[in-house]
């Protein structure tokens, strides 16, 4: 025999009305799913966009606006000036670029500043609007922009990372690791193992995010070494080889690091002297 409300709700659901509004949610929660290439049950379980919000507003401190976003965005919310840029990109790559700039136009109305265009330099890195600094990223699932005012931080660095496996894992392992990262992931394995190592990455391409339009030159991934403290979602990153003659070996950057449901996010900023 049904539970009393259980019988009340079967009574709903055979109304036509309702019984159409439940299948066409069924619908659109199974298409949603299989355009993200996710089960029902996964897509159903995985935390909101308001809630990946919320925890990663952590990962900056409180004058940082980051603006997260799970659906993508087609070209329609790019200005004019954005779209010489994106001639040639494939779809993949227009929602990546459109989505990052619609977070990051949400993201600099948050502080204030009226819809301008976040053109790039020669090298990728977004031009920001005078009196601003951001950073940008996109991976499976999720997109997002981190922007502050450069009265308080000289520059921004925000990543976000999928844990998907990928398939030379190894392989890119040791091209992104030193050797004291390779000796303590060795010591792990399975999910541990991904988590830490993408992790690592991630919080390499926030460091490069953060300082390449500093430095304005290319650095690889043996230029840094981190540690990571994942009970207080706290990363260090130590220089390890000198960059230019202001960013040295031997000196020290602080960052959080945030692993939820499937991604991995990290966030570094680095404030005016
Ligand atoms: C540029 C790079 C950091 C991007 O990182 P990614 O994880 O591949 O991709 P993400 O989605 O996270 O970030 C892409 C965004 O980074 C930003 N970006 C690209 N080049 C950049 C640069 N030189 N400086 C700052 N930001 C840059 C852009 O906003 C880009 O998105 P957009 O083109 O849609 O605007 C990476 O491709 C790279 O070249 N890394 C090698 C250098 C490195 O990481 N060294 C490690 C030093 S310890």
Redesign the pocket.
């Known amino acids: 025999m049904n539970h009393p409300d259980t019988t009340i709700l079967l009574k709903i659901v055979d109304l036509p009305f309702y019984r159409n509004y439940f299948l066409s949610l069924a619908k659109s929660i199974t298409l949603s799913a299989y355009k993200r290439k996710m089960s029902p049950e996964a897509l159903l379980q995985e935390p909101k966009t308001a809630d990946y919000q919320e925890l990663c507003q952590e990962l900056f401190p409180s004058e940082v606006i980051l603006v997260l976003s799970q659906q993508s965005k087609n070209e329609s919310v790019l200005l004019k000036d954005e779209l010489s840029l994106v001639t040639g990109y494939s779809e993949k ?1 227009l929602q ?2 459109s989505t ?2 619609w977070c990051a136009r949400n993201a600099l109305k948050q502080l204030g500043h009226k819809p301008v265009s ?1 053109l ?2 020669d ?4 031009i920001w609007p005078q009196g601003f600094a951001g ?5 499976k699932g999720m997109y997002g ?1 981190a922007v502050a005012n450069t009265r308080r931080y000289r520059s921004l ?5 999928h844990l998907q496996t990928r398939s030379q894992e190894k392989a890119i392992v040791k091209y ?1 690791c030193t050797e004291k990262e390779l000796e303590r992931l060795c010591l792990l394995s399975g999910k541990n193992l991904i988590k830490e190592s993408r992790a690592i ?2 919080i ?2 926030s ?7 500093l430095v304005q030159k ?7 070494q981190v540690q990571i403290n994942w009970s207080r979602e706290e990363f260090t ?1 130590e220089i390890v080889k000198d960059i230019t003659t202001e960013f040295i070996s031997g000196m020290r950057f602080n960052g959080k690091a945030k692993l939820i449901n499937q991604h991995v996010f990290t966030g570094m900023c680095l404030p005016q002297t």
């Open positions: 790559r990546e670029f990052g700039r976040i790039k330099n090298k990728g890195a977004p950073s940008i990223s996109h991976c922009a660095g925000f990543d976000v990372e992104i990455f991630s390499k391409e460091f490069y995010k953060c300082l390449a339009p290319y650095f690889g991934f043996k230029y840094a990153l």
